[in-house]
Structure formats: C-alpha cells, structure tokens
C-alpha cells in the first residue's frame, strides 16, 4: 500500500481543494502579521531558513523517490523543467544561502507561478495521498519564501526585478524547447495544455496561448511588484 493512497482523485475547487487554498491564506496572514517578531529573533533566522531549505528539498526528494519506486518517473515529465520546479530550487537555494540574486525570481516567477498552480493544479492524486501534500507544500513554500524576504528581510521588489525576470524566464524557453523535443515533453506547456484543465484554457489555442502567456506573465510580475512594493521600507535585503 503507498504511503497516503487515495482512491480517490483530484477534483479542482471540491471542498478539500478549498480547504487548503484557506489554510495557505492563513499561513500568509501569520507571516504578514507576525513579520516583526519574526525579524526581531536575527539569532535565529538563519536556522529557521536553512530547515525550510531542508524540507522542501527533502520532499522534492521524496517525490522523485516515490515516482521512481512506483514506475511514473519518466524523462519526458518528472525532470526539473516546470517553472515551479525550476522556482523551488531557486527557493531552496535562495534559503539557504541568501543569495539576493534569485530573489527577483522567486517573488515574481515563483509566486506569481505557484499562485496559478494553487488554484488550477494538474494534480491526479487527492488528500491524503503524498503526492497531494507534495504539491500543495512545496508550492506553499514557494509563495511563503517570496514573502518573507519582502516582508521580514526587508526586500523592495522593483520593476527593474520584473523586467530582470521576464528575460529570465524566457532565456529558459530554448532550453525548455529542447528538452521538449528530446524526450517528448510538455515542460511548462509549451507543445499543449494540460487536459484537466488551467488558466491556459482562457488564452487561446495553440501556438497562441504562448504568446498570451507572455502578456499575462508581465501583467501578473507588475500586479506582484505593485501589491509588494510598499510593503518594505528598505531596499537590502537584512543580512
């Protein structure tokens, strides 16, 4: 029997879905409220960041582990290309080691990435299976990463961070393509939309909706930079 099997499958918007869209909403309230206490305890930051570094790469791990014992892990979906995943590592790495270069992306690629996945997720397994703690956790973790270096380590997102992550993001896309073409993929969605449906269903067909993506991109990164700017008061990052 699998670690937290389900009979069950994943149903977009059921109560559980929103549930758990609930509890994400409370933890960034806490953060948000909390965000002085939190930066006052400076001895005990740093802990704190590396064992959520810790965590979220061991259940990124977990679930390579898990989709390898259980035959689903393939080259063409389960390589580190999605967006999402390319931000979790940069979360992980960001926590770690406070590099303020993967900031920008982190805030506007990683949270305006993880929103979207939390509402619309391409998700088969439902509570209490482990794939579904995997997703919603990591892509919390994301979001909450995000925030907390603007809210207690005092970073100003800038749109010159929006612009920074635009080129980034679509430096990846060659890299993507390729991928897609080698072993058959569909990383970030480039080759069709999901089946189950997404906000991608809103933005055309393809090869359109890539180009919408573009659009929508830039709008959700300045919509993130003008919601976070005048959050913070200072621009560096405390240290």
Request: aromatic residues 16%; positive net charge.
């Amino acid at each position: 029997m699998e670690l937290g099997s389900s009979s069950n499958s994943f149903e977009m918007f059921s109560v559980i879905h929103l549930a758990t869209i609930l509890v994400l909403l409370c933890l960034i309230l806490l953060l948000f409220l909390g965000r002085r206490y939190i930066c006052s305890q400076t001895d005990r930051l740093k802990f704190w960041e590396r064992f959520a570094a810790i965590s979220l790469f061991a259940m990124e791990i977990s679930y390579h582990l898990w989709m390898s014992r259980t035959g689903r892990w393939g080259a063409e979906d389960s390589l580190p290309l999605e967006l999402c995943s390319i931000s979790l590592l940069a979360a992980i790495i960001l926590l770690w080691t406070g590099d303020r270069r993967l900031v920008d992306f982190v805030v506007f690629a990683g949270i305006g990435g993880a929103i979207q996945a939390v509402i619309t997720p391409v998700l088969d397994m439902n509570f209490p299976h482990f794939r579904f703690f995997h997703f919603f956790y990591t892509h919390a973790g994301i979001i909450l990463t995000g925030l907390y270096f603007v809210w207690v380590k005092n970073y100003r997102p800038t749109f010159r961070g929006v612009l920074k992550t635009m080129i980034a993001v679509n430096a990846l896309l060659p890299i993507i393509m390729a991928a897609n073409w080698l072993f058959d993929g569909n990383y970030m969605f480039l080759r069709m939309k999901p089946q189950n449906g997404s906000l991608l269903d809103f933005l055309g067909p393809y090869p359109w909706y890539i180009l919408s993506l573009e659009a929508v991109a830039f709008i959700m990164f300045s919509l993130i930079w003008l919601l976070l700017r005048k959050r913070s008061s200072r621009k560096k990052i405390v240290s």
